[in-house]
């Protein structure tokens, strides 16, 4: 296996994994989207916490060239562990919601 088919099916289990943690509270529905064709991956919650309407992505991670680009995490669990124990080197992930110039500190990629 090639290591971007390798890095997709890292990335697919890992997102499939949180998808199925719920939040404690409210009726609130929470799936994995999954767009093979464009390397975009989230995880998305919907419903209600009381009067409060949530729609929002918690975990969004992208791959961009050979890199595995993590543009959002909002998990209890950093994603980047995660990835990395799944086998994805630290090296090829890049936490894209840190500012590039900020990168170079993290010990991930830059870019």
Known sequence: MDKL???????????SEYATHKPDRGQI??????????DR???????????????????HIDIIGDKVWIQYDGSSYPVAEALMEAGIPREDIVLGFHPENLRQHTGFAIS
């Open 41 to 59: 991956y989230q995880v998305l919650q919907v419903g209600w916490d009381g009067i409060r309407r949530v729609h929002g992505c918690t975990v």
């Open 5 to 15: 088919a390798k890095y997709r099916e890292i990335v697919r289990k890992v997102i």
């Open 29 to 38: 529905d929470t799936g994995a989207v999954i767009d093979s064709e464009r």
